[in-house]
């Protein structure tokens, strides 16, 4: 059973430092494109990084380039989002997302309907 849980989230100030992390479980992480995802009481859900199953390409949004940086250990199946200079507006609810691909390729996706399997979230509310 594929299984990816998030953990890392909370409050923090402005211009602080987190990082988000997601184990997976059940599958192999390496045959995987992944992504993160943010979503704010009252607006719809946003990507805020992703990456290749290849070649690990990755994409950041402007709002966020810069600022984060998306990983992966292959190894202990984690991904990593990494957030520095956070800001009020970074408050959100952050979902990890993980695309299975057939064959190796270097596409990112910054779709959410494209991925396959999603962790239950973690909160991070950015505050003074």
């Known amino acids: 059973q594929v299984q990816l849980v998030e953990s890392g989230g909370g409050l923090v100030q402005p211009g602080s430092s987190l990082r988000l992390s997601c184990e997976g479980s059940g599958f192999h992480l390496d045959d995987y494109a992944i992504g993160w995802f943010r979503q704010a009481p009252g607006k719809e859900r946003e990507v805020v990084s992703c990456m290749s199953e290849t070649d690990d390409n990755t994409w950041y949004p402007d709002f966020v380039k810069g600022r984060f940086t998306i990983s992966r250990d292959g190894v202990k199946s984690m991904i990593y989002l990494q957030m520095n200079n956070l800001k009020p507006e970074d408050t959100a609810v952050y979902y990890c997302?993980?695309?299975?691909?057939?064959?190796?390729?270097?596409?990112?996706?910054?779709?959410?309907?494209?991925?396959?399997?999603w962790g239950q979230g973690t909160q991070v509310t950015v505050s003074s």
């Open positions: 997302a993980a695309k299975y691909e057939a064959v190796d390729t270097t596409e990112f996706y910054t779709d959410a309907d494209e991925y396959d399997y």
